[in-house]
């Protein structure tokens, strides 16, 4: 692993990445196939790494991509700390959250997470699952989660409060399997990303890039609106129409996300 990880370090610093992939990718029969492109594992080790550095994520958490060329897969890293993630720690994954090949490698327990909302979501192609601090307050109390600028714009399509007693009852607060996810995914509906009660947040998006990004400065703007808050006074909040003019941008992030890699591979 130490190898691996000074090889992807040398790499980055350069502004290139080659990382060896050892994820398999089956076809439909079953049968070995083409792998998946290099680059997009590289940006799926990336993300884990950068949201660890920018505090999204800590041991905890994950983010996945899902399959470019099969919509019914997608790569998720083993269970691990986020910020240690190598290429041959990626695994591939059905929408049942089921490993294509765990070569006796373990899988992360709330996996579920992420195959119901693709399975829901055929727009969303990244998601990150996490338990950034900023963000436990709001859902916890029935204050809103509002956009307060431009760089968290798509907060102002709202951010619902999934709690997990309405579909389980009384639980350990993970979502520990597929009918959980599915009660995750409808509780999220077409939205952004949702907070979950007692937990963290989930956040989509159509990238990586985008995904990290939403998670980055979705953390940014519940920081901000709770300084607001305590400033007291009459708050003025990002309004849905500016909202979408903002969000007309699909690459709004990608000066900030080259800047992110670059640090990661310092």
């Known amino acids: 692993m130490m190898t691996n990880r000074r090889t992807f370090l040398i790499a980055c610093s350069s502004g290139v990445v080659t990382l060896a992939l050892t994820v398999p990718v089956l076809s439909q029969s079953g049968a070995s196939s083409a792998a998946p492109p290099t680059a997009l594992i590289e940006d799926l080790v990336a993300g884990n790494r950068i949201l660890a550095m920018e505090g999204v994520l800590d041991g905890m958490g994950h983010i996945s991509v899902r399959h470019p060329s099969r919509t019914d897969r997608f790569f998720l890293a083993r269970s691990m700390a986020p910020e240690l993630v190598t290429a041959a720690d990626i695994l591939e994954y059905d929408l049942e959250g089921q490993p294509i090949d765990a070569r006796d490698r373990t899988s992360y327990l709330e996996r579920f997470i992420h195959s119901e909302i693709y399975r829901a979501r055929p727009d969303i192609r990244a998601i990150v699952h996490c338990h950034t601090p900023s963000l436990i307050p709001f859902a916890a109390s029935d204050v809103p989660l509002r956009a307060m600028y431009h760089m968290a714009a798509f907060v102002a399509e709202g951010v619902p409060v999934w709690d997990i007693r309405k579909a389980g009852g009384v639980t350990d ?11 995750l995914a409808q509780g999220l509906g077409q939205k952004p990303a949702a907070l979950m009660r007692g937990h963290g947040a989930v956040v989509v998006a159509g990238s990586i890039p985008n995904v990290v990004g939403r998670s980055i400065y979705l ?41 992110w890699k670059r640090k990661v591979a310092r």
């Not at 607060?173 to 009660?183: E, T």
């Not at 519940?222 to 607001?228: H, L, N």
């Not at 808050?229 to 992030?253: F, Q, S």
């Open 173 to 183: 607060l993970l979502v520990r399997d597929a009918k959980l996810g599915r009660a």
């Open 219 to 259: 953390d940014v703007n519940a920081r901000a609106q709770s300084q607001a808050i305590a400033l007291g006074g009459k708050i003025t909040y990002v309004e849905a129409d500016e909202a979408k003019l903002r969000m007309g941008d699909t690459n709004e992030y990608s000066r900030a996300w080259d800047l």
